[in-house]
């Protein structure tokens, strides 16, 4: 039998992860006598029973020592990571180049009767990519002297699980093909659009992207369900900008009528297991939690991982706002959990956004592909493709000409517009708490840019187009309280597509972010000069 479950008998390696002998004995548990004290009731600190309890202090002690088993400086370095404070260091081109080598040798001694191994016979260009196997060496990065540095071996063994991921969750035909929407199925695509895996429209402090999952919304009909719209998620973001680099952020909130009742240690084996063959850097876990069982569950994901990864895991025990309070000290923003402040219904407009903006670009893709197969006017085709991609596309707000069943939306993600109902929540404006960034940043061509000089620029041209077809909406809204709240809702819709608001330091002469409150203003002011500008041009 080969290596990998190639014989199509259940996985063998739900308990058996690399790190699984010398985490368990930190814990002093075995994952499959987990679930014997998990129950449904809550677990709070004075209704635990000593055995939970005893398991929690076991926990604690293990995340405390996680720090100590690294150097002085990696440990500087993980606790800026966490603390979302990390300044961006220099990769060395010779390093990496060096590094991918071994990283090579080691994969050439680990490939045999793996699914690595049948994935390389099957298409050898997909597999040895210079830059699909350079995601894995940033993935198992570190710090030293100022530099990153990486770890070949580590990175190679989690190329290796990667294959076995893919082919568990999407068959042996898949291995080598980009996987889209179109491979998940209904049930997948419909329990993804509830919301409760989320990639979040703003970033934290240190410019990371922020990956939310709400533990008791999770509406998949099984474990591999969750795991394949994760995949698709996770691989969708790889050339989204700074997420190699700079690494993701991950918040698992399990809090009141959120927690997470269903996973037991099998599902959450499985999840440690393939989760932690994704190649992405962790820069950290935030876990959210009001009772005790769901942060004992986390112990059978921690299996999965090196036992580094646990200095950069933080718990935030209590209630709904003591735990957003607590995300603040990490530079996660306030609003980054997309539930409503008055009710807590969680809010599905920003992923509603990105929904429709992966279905639009899974299918700009396919007709890519479809096209360079024909080999006719190829470049002229392409070239119009993404011409009309980027126009009407790219802020995500384009009705373009796609029927709705090519979506596969449900009902409520049909009219976005009304989907948002912000005339009702009262949940928008207190979103917004970006506060002006002090790291200077480069203009690209989706930014709003202040200052007269830029009316062209194409960020800018958008944001005008954007306006006019909302203009009359803004204009029709009594109060001023609530086209606060509308302008508000519009930066948002602009920032969930890749937009940012910058404005040139003129001390420094370099662009920064400014703050939300600023950018909200911007987007009103614009809409007052479209009013007035079409009173002056009235015969």
Not at 491 to 512: C, E, H, I, T, Y
Request: charge should be neutral.
């Amino acid at each position: 039998m080969m290596n990998g479950n190639i014989s199509g008998t259940p996985p063998s390696f739900i308990f058996q992860g690399r790190h699984s002998e010398s985490t368990s004995s930190c814990f002093g548990f075995k994952a499959s006598a987990l679930e014997g004290s998990m129950g449904k009731s809550t677990a709070t600190a004075s209704t635990c029973p000593d055995h939970l309890m005893s398991e929690k202090e076991d926990l604690d002690k293990y995340l405390a020592q996680s720090m100590t088993t690294l150097s002085v400086k990696n440990r500087e370095a993980a606790l800026e990571e966490v603390n979302g404070i990390a300044s961006s260091q220099p990769e060395d081109p010779d390093t990496l180049e060096l590094c991918l080598q071994e990283f090579n040798e080691h994969l050439m001694q680990l490939k045999r009767g793996t699914y690595y191994e049948v994935a390389e016979k099957m298409d050898s260009d997909y597999v040895r990519d210079r830059d699909f196997r350079i995601m894995f060496l940033r993935a198992n990065r570190y710090s030293s002297n100022g530099q990153h540095r990486y770890d070949p071996k580590r990175a190679a063994e989690q190329m290796k699980n990667f294959f076995d991921t893919k082919h568990l969750l999407f068959g042996k035909d898949k291995l080598v093909k980009e996987i889209t929407l179109d491979d998940l199925d209904e049930d997948d695509k419909r329990s993804f659009q509830r919301g409760s895996i989320q990639v979040l429209p703003v970033r934290d402090t240190a410019g990371r992207l922020v990956f939310v999952n709400i533990g008791g919304l999770s509406h998949f009909k099984s474990i591999e369900s969750e795991l394949r719209a994760k995949f698709y998620m996770f691989m969708s973001l790889k050339n989204v900008e700074g997420v190699q680099e700079k690494g993701i952020v991950s918040i698992r909130y399990c809090v009141g009528q959120y927690r997470d009742e269903k996973s037991d240690s099998n599902s959450l084996a499985l999840h440690g297991q393939c989760v932690s063959s994704f190649p992405y850097h962790w820069a950290g876990v935030q876990v959210c939690c009001d009772d005790y069982r769901q942060y004992i569950l986390l112990r059978t994901i921690l299996m999965f991982f090196p036992t580094d990864f646990a200095a950069r895991v933080r718990v935030h025990f209590g209630t709904h706002l003591e735990c957003l309070y607590a995300l603040r000290a990490y530079g996660i923003p306030e609003g980054s959990i997309p539930l409503s402040t008055t009710n807590g219904e969680l809010m599905h407009h920003h992923h509603a956004l990105w929904y429709k903006q992966q279905c639009i670009r899974d299918m700009a893709r396919t007709r890519k592909q479809s096209i360079l197969s024909t080999g006719i006017d190829v470049e002229q085709k392409v070239a119009g493709i993404s011409e009309r991609f980027d126009d009407e596309f790219l802020l995500g707000f384009g009705s373009g000409d796609l029927e709705s069943d090519e979506f596969s939306i449900e009902e409520a993600f049909e009219d976005l517009g009304n989907d948002l109902k912000w005339q009702s929540e009262k949940v928008l404006l207190p979103q917004l708490t970006q506060q002006a960034s002090s790291m200077p940043v480069t203009p690209r061509p989706t930014d709003i840019l202040f200052g007269q000089n830029h009316k062209m620029h194409p960020g800018n041209v958008r944001l005008h187009g954007f306006i006019s077809k909302h203009a009359d909406e803004y204009e029709r809204i009594g109060g001023r309280q609530r086209k606060i709240e509308f302008a508000g809702h519009l930066v948002l819709r602009l920032k969930a597509a890749g937009a940012r608001f910058l404005q040139l330091d003129k001390s420094s002469m370099q662009w920064m972010e400014v703050s939300d409150t600023k950018a909200r203003n911007k987007v009103a002011k614009t809409i007052r000069n479209r009013r007035r500008n079409m009173i002056v041009s009235l015969p």
